[in-house]
């Protein structure tokens, strides 16, 4: 059974950092493409980042772009992002998926297979 559990999150204030870790069981994690999603009260999920099998490859979403990056492990089957500067248009449940899909596809929620339960990240101003 696969299982992805994200854990980090918080209540920060703005211009300050967090780490958010995902933790994968249940599937060979160099298999997959890790994304991280987001998603704000009435709003959809959107697509923040995501890294390639091997970490060698990362893309972002031009709202987070500078200041977040993704890193994994994949002998520990992790995944992180590292979120600076973080402004309260950040402020939502962030999310981690897992994707068999290449590389190019992982802006595309919907070619996630596997999805945590997700992590609250508050951002005051």
């Known amino acids: 059974q696969v299982r992805l559990v994200e854990s980090g999150g918080g209540l920060v204030q703005a211009g300050e950092s967090l780490r958010l870790s995902c933790a994968a069981a249940?599937?060979?994690?160099?298999?997959?493409?890790m994304g991280w999603f987001r998603q704000a009260p009435g709003k959809e999920r959107e697509f923040v980042g995501v890294?390639?099998?091997?970490?060698?490859?990362?893309s972002y979403a031009d709202s987070v772009k500078g200041r977040f990056s993704i890193s994994r492990d994949n002998a520990k089957s992790t995944v992180s992002l590292q979120m600076n500067s973080l402004k309260p248009e950040d402020t939502a449940v962030y999310y981690c998926?897992?994707?068999?899909?290449?590389?190019?596809?992982?802006?595309?929620?919907?070619?996630?297979?596997?999805w945590g339960q997700g992590t609250q990240v508050t951002v005051s101003s």
């Open positions: 890294i390639s099998r091997s970490g060698s490859s990362t």
């Open positions: 998926g897992a994707s068999p899909r290449p590389f190019p596809e992982g802006q595309n929620r919907a070619v996630y297979n596997y």
């Open positions: 249940g599937l060979t994690f160099s298999n997959y493409i």
